[in-house]
């Protein structure tokens, strides 16, 4: 919650000042929720500066950290507009996350060549409940790969798994193809070709993914986007119109989410108390799932579900998004950029 | 009309009570003056505010249209109607009805009544008077009325058409298009209620809803009597609208002049699109605050363009060449670059904030009603629509429906009825 910590900051930084500094209780007493009336900002005389010329764990100068500091944890930023309460991560710090994220969807490409042969498997044997099973593991796997998709070229992705524009389409590649003809009664041995299709594109995808860049706040916001997509997609049912296998995908999506996760975690440390919230609202989400899955290990379709599951799946889901949306913020790699004004544009023209 | 200042009214000055509204409101607001006179509480002050406002009027008859240029009250509703007339006369008659029916509500008028076992000849959910509350209807027309059905093609206006699907547009038909356009736009909620089910009495068996929406305005909540209302990004919407007060400019980018070599009827009308634009709030409300403002360009608290310090304040791009201060895809820079050879796309947008309900997967379905006039859809807002699909903000935007329509002149008296140029 940065605004409880934001809160907290002031509150202490008018407790020590009224402490601290001769005569500030009058000004203090004459208003009392003004901390630019009792704390400077700036002190031309930093203690620091002699003695030291690191901080352990910042990047800041020592001789600026003490002044850059008060000022971050008063939410104010170089130019007077509001700012993070916390100094920014070197960017390159994202290395380690981003290259343990491909090393985890180089696996899961390798289970989705897998499940794909599988399903190719079972449209030649000719049995529609075991072939609409096996889409779903191969379609699980596919969501699997979470916080790459979308980064992939738009030909490969087409090639796994096209979203087609409308429902009457039927000039489409990759899962959901096989899906449309599946549920609509199509003759097996059809979707074959299309099962093979997906199976050809493995190697392509394998060649990819360590070539593929993930931003550093991209793969951070990548926390929340993955189950915010789920529960738009997914659970809307627009995404998986023909199987309504929206429950089944967006438990995908959790896995993906830990993933992610679980590589950010150390940058996390002891920043706020986000990965705290995450893993909990994590634990809760999962634990959701698991009280609706069946014991086969199959999903409900979306009208197959409850009133009350639905409501539960909902509710779990914006918890666990209002925790993962701070991830981005905890985790920042740059400093408040510091905005100009239209006065002093005109003034250095 | 003069718009109300609600503030200053509250503030105590209740001698404009009687004046201006006195005569319609007679009937309607006697009662609860009569014992208001103390005005001790601010419940009866609104209560009487509202009374007031109840009487203000827009012409239904002129050279333009009332709801284009004309103040935005608080609450629309967007009707599109589909044409179910077996022939042309019925197709007229139907759209004579509309005029008829709209420039009576409009003007205000009594409830009449009818023989005790006839069903009322209105619903009467306003009381026994309906007050004109700023009421406009607003009639266009969208390209399928012209085509075979009625022998109107070639009186269709140059420059209407179906509405494109933009790159970034999921158009779902049965939101999008319609052969008739009603834009209803009111002070109070009950108003634009009462007007639409009038409406659609008198055009039963001739004219059919295809879609419609509802919108509203965000209330005045800022001490700066000029600030624009909030979309529900929060941020202020309209502000580099042209001025409406500058008939040179209204003539330059939104009314239709036969002069200009269009043809004679349409002249005084105006080209109006309207766009549904899904807003993925709960995505919005998970993007933090600096990227929020610039995704827009502005500070959302009180509109000013980054770097500066009030809303209405130019944005100098012109200083600004890198985007160092206002990125170079934030919206204000694509929508409105302010250099002299956009100057001619600029539009007059009128849009009203969307909340229908609840989505399949639990998401709020809110958005905006955006509805904006020009002169000429494919050289003004379609120009603008396509520098925006490079905008950051596409990821928390989709246009679901809407359509081009053309809005022709007003009607010339009670004789006559909008758009009765295409059947000359």
């Not at chain 1, 910042?58 to 130019?79: D, F, H, L, M, V």
């Not at chain 2, 008739?180 to 059919?208: F, N, P, S, Y």
Request: charged share 20%; net charge neutral; hydrophobic share 40%.
């Amino acid at each position: 919650m940065w605004w409880l910590a934001g809160i907290g900051g002031l509150a202490l930084v008018a407790i020590l000042a009224a402490a601290i500094i001769p005569g500030s209780h009058t000004t203090a007493a004459k208003q009392p929720f003004s901390t630019l009336a009792v704390a400077p900002h700036s002190s031309s005389a930093n203690q620091l500066r002699s003695r030291l010329s690191s901080v352990y764990g910042s990047a800041i100068p020592a001789s600026k950290y003490g002044t850059r500091i008060s000022r971050q944890e008063n939410g104010i930023g170089p130019n007077g507009q509001i700012a993070s309460d916390l100094d920014p991560l070197p960017p390159n710090s994202f290395d380690r996350p981003v290259a343990g994220y491909i090393h985890y969807a180089l696996g899961v490409s390798g289970q989705l060549g897998t499940a794909v042969s599988a399903l190719t498997v079972q449209l030649q044997a000719g049995d529609r409940a075991r072939a609409e099973r096996a889409w779903n593991v191969a379609f699980t796997d596919y969501l699997h790969l979470g916080a790459v998709y979308g980064l992939l070229p738009g030909k490969l992705n087409d090639r796994l798994a096209q979203i087609p524009t409308h429902l009457n389409q039927t000039q489409f590649t990759g899962l959901h193809r096989v899906e449309k003809g599946l549920w609509q009664g199509a003759p097996l041995r059809s979707l074959v070709p299309v099962s093979q299709a997906i199976t050809a594109a493995i190697p392509s995808l394998k060649r990819t993914l360590p070539k593929t860049e993930i931003d550093p706040i991209d793969y951070a916001a990548r926390a929340h986007e993955i189950l915010e997509d789920a529960q738009r997609d997914l659970m809307s049912g627009n995404q998986v119109a023909w199987s309504g296998q929206g429950v089944l995908g967006t438990a995908a999506g959790i896995t993906a989410t830990r993933e992610v996760v679980r590589t950010l975690a150390p940058l996390m440390q002891g920043r706020d108390n986000t990965l705290v919230e995450v893993d909990n609202w994590l634990v809760r989400l999962q634990a959701t799932f698991k009280t609706i899955r069946r014991p086969d290990g199959s999903y409900p379709t979306l009208d197959q579900l409850t009133i009350a599951q639905r409501e539960r799946i909902n509710g779990s889901l914006a918890g666990a998004l209002t925790a993962l949306e701070e991830i981005p913020g905890t985790v920042e790699t740059v400093g408040l950029p510091n905005i100009p004004t239209i006065a002093g544009q005109e003034h250095s023209k | 009309m003069s718009p109300v200042d609600r503030r200053g009214f509250l503030k105590g000055s209740l001698t404009a009570l009687g004046g201006a509204g006195a005569g319609a409101a007679a009937g309607l607001a006697g009662a609860d003056r009569a014992h208001a006179a103390p005005m001790a509480d601010l419940a009866t002050a609104a209560r009487d505010v509202n009374a007031r406002e109840l009487t203000q009027s827009l012409p239904f008859d002129g050279f333009h249209q009332s709801g284009i240029v004309t103040p935005k009250p608080a609450q629309a509703t967007v009707v599109a109607l589909d044409s179910v007339a077996p022939t042309r006369t019925a197709l007229i008659e139907g759209l004579q009805a509309i005029s008829a029916e709209a420039r009576q509500l409009t003007q205000g008028v009594s409830v009449g009544v009818a023989e005790i076992d006839d069903p009322p000849p209105d619903s009467g959910i306003l009381g026994a008077y309906n007050a004109p509350d700023s009421l406009s209807v607003t009639i266009g027309y969208g390209a399928s009325l012209f085509d075979g059905r009625y022998g109107l093609a070639s009186k269709r206006p140059p420059h209407l058409t179906e509405m494109p699907s933009f790159a970034l547009d999921e158009l779902d038909p049965t939101r999008t298009g319609g052969d008739v356009i009603l834009q209803i736009c009111a002070g109070q909620r009950d108003t634009v209620v009462h007007t639409v089910r009038e409406l659609m009495r008198a055009v039963a068996g001739k004219l059919v809803i295809r879609w419609m929406l509802d919108g509203f305005q965000t209330a005045v909540r800022d001490r700066d009597p000029k600030a624009n209302t909030r979309n529900l990004f929060a941020f202020r919407d309209g502000t580099a609208n042209p001025d409406v007060t500058n008939a040179a400019k209204m003539d330059e980018l939104i009314w239709v002049r036969a002069a200009a070599g269009e043809p004679a009827w349409t002249s005084g009308g105006s080209y109006m699109v309207v766009r549904t634009i899904r807003q993925h709030v709960e995505f919005w409300d998970r993007v933090g605050m600096l990227e929020q403002e610039q995704m827009i360009g502005r500070y959302r608290v009180n509109g000013a363009p980054l770097g500066g310090t009030y809303e209405h304040e130019d944005p100098r791009f012109d200083l600004d060449p890198k985007g160092d201060r206002i990125p170079l895809d934030a919206h204000i820079r694509l929508a409105n670059p302010r250099k002299p050879q956009t100057e001619h796309q600029r539009i007059l947008r009128r849009g009203y904030n969307y909340d229908r309900g609840v989505d399949e997967a639990g998401n709020l379905d809110q958005g905006l009603l955006f509805m904006a006039f020009n002169k000429n859809p494919h050289k003004q807002f379609a120009v603008i629509q396509r520098r925006l699909e490079t905008e950051p903000m596409t990821d928390y935007i989709l246009p679901v429906g809407g359509g081009y329509f053309f809005v022709p002149p007003g009607a010339r008296g009670s004789g006559d009825w909008v758009g009765s140029g295409l059947a000359d």
